[in-house]
């Protein structure tokens, strides 16, 4: 059994600095998902152990039908920044920002993932529901349409598959 990257991390030290919460939490549950994985555990255990605290049952249960959609079918494995990092991988943001756009514009969702899953339909029926059920705990995400000003080099962070 591997060590848990996670045992001395706060929600935080979890992603880049100008988060919104439900962007952060959002972030922190994803990696708490592939540390998961890599650590040989059920992921939904670990979020319903770890994520207590932080979100309400109906988010947890939101992001973790969520994840299943995505693993359910995918195209390849998702690209997540190693614990603490504090940037962003690819995967990470387009996942994100996807939660984040699809009461609006679920074309746009749609465009964001589907590098990632065969169906994306699916996928941003799910974000919005996850969505909502921040929105409903009072951690709506912003809807992030614009690219970021600068762009960040991912290629030498260490990473999770």
Not at 115 to 120: A, S
Request: with cysteine; proline share 8%; net charge neutral.
């Amino acid at each position: 059994m591997r060590p848990d990257p996670f045992s001395e991390t706060h929600l935080n030290h979890c992603g880049p600095v100008g988060l919104a919460e439900g962007e952060r939490i959002l972030l922190w549950m994803l990696r708490q998902w592939v540390t998961a994985r890599v650590l040989g555990e059920e992921p939904g255990q670990r979020l319903s152990k770890k994520a207590g605290a932080l979100v309400s049952p109906r988010v947890a249960a939101a992001f973790i039908l969520m994840m299943s959609a995505i693993e359910g079918q995918v195209r390849r494995p998702l690209c997540v920044s190693a614990p603490c990092c504090k940037g962003y991988a690819d995967d990470e943001q387009r996942l994100i920002t996807a939660c984040g756009v699809c009461p609006a514009s679920p074309e746009i969702a749609g465009r964001l993932i589907e590098g990632l899953v065969i169906t994306p339909e699916s996928v941003t029926v799910m974000a919005r529901f996850l969505n909502t059920a921040l929105a409903n705990d009072g951690m709506a995400l912003p809807m992030r349409f614009d690219e970021p000003a600068v762009a960040v080099s991912h290629a030498h962070r260490p990473t999770l598959h």
